[in-house]
C-alpha cells in the first residue's frame, strides 16, 4: 500500500527534485559549452551522485560537434543503450567513449 505524503514532504520533496533538475541541467550545459570536458564527466562520475545518476546519452550529445543521432552510435557500438547511466560505464569503456565522442 502506497503511502501519501504529507503537505511539507511533498514540498520537500518537490524542492529536492526541482534542485537536482537544475545541478543536471547545468551540467549538461557546461558540456555544451565546452567549459567542461566529457572526460571530465567521467571522472567527476565516481564521487558526484548528480553526475552519477544522469544517462550517458545526455552529456554525449551535449559534447559540442556531437549529436543526438552519433551520441547514440556511439554508445551502440560500445554495447550500451540510451537507459545507461554516467556512473554504470566502467573505466575501460571510458577512454574509447572520449576517444569516440572527441
Same mark, same amino acid.
Given at each position: 500500500?502506497?503511502?501519501t !505524503?504529507?503537505? $511539507?514532504n511533498r514540498?520537500? =520533496?518537490?524542492? *529536492?527534485?526541482? +534542485?537536482?533538475? @537544475?545541478d543536471?541541467?547545468s ?5 555544451a559549452?565546452g567549459s ?6 567521467l +571522472?567527476?562520475?565516481?564521487d558526484?551522485p548528480?553526475i *552519477?545518476? =544522469? &544517462?550517458?546519452?545526455?552529456? $554525449?550529445a551535449?559534447? !559540442?560537434g556531437?549529436?543526438?543521432?552519433? @551520441?547514440?552510435?556511439v554508445l $551502440?557500438?560500445?554495447g &550500451?543503450g540510451?537507459?545507461t547511466?554516467?556512473?554504470?560505464v !566502467?573505466?575501460? =569503456?571510458?577512454?574509447a567513449? =572520449?576517444? @569516440?565522442?572527441s
Amino acid at each position: 500500500m502506497a503511502v501519501t !505524503p504529507t503537505i $511539507a514532504n511533498r514540498d520537500e =520533496v518537490l524542492a *529536492r527534485l526541482t +534542485q537536482l533538475r @537544475a545541478d543536471i541541467a547545468s551540467w549538461i550545459s557546461r558540456v555544451a559549452d565546452g567549459s567542461v570536458s566529457i572526460a571530465r564527466v567521467l +571522472q567527476l562520475s565516481d564521487d558526484d551522485p548528480v553526475i *552519477r545518476f =544522469v &544517462y550517458i546519452v545526455k552529456f $554525449a550529445a551535449a559534447v !559540442p560537434g556531437v549529436g543526438k543521432v552519433k @551520441a547514440r552510435r556511439v554508445l $551502440a557500438s560500445l554495447g &550500451y543503450g540510451e537507459r545507461t547511466r554516467t556512473g554504470e560505464v !566502467p573505466a575501460g =569503456v571510458r577512454a574509447a567513449l =572520449v576517444g @569516440a565522442l572527441s
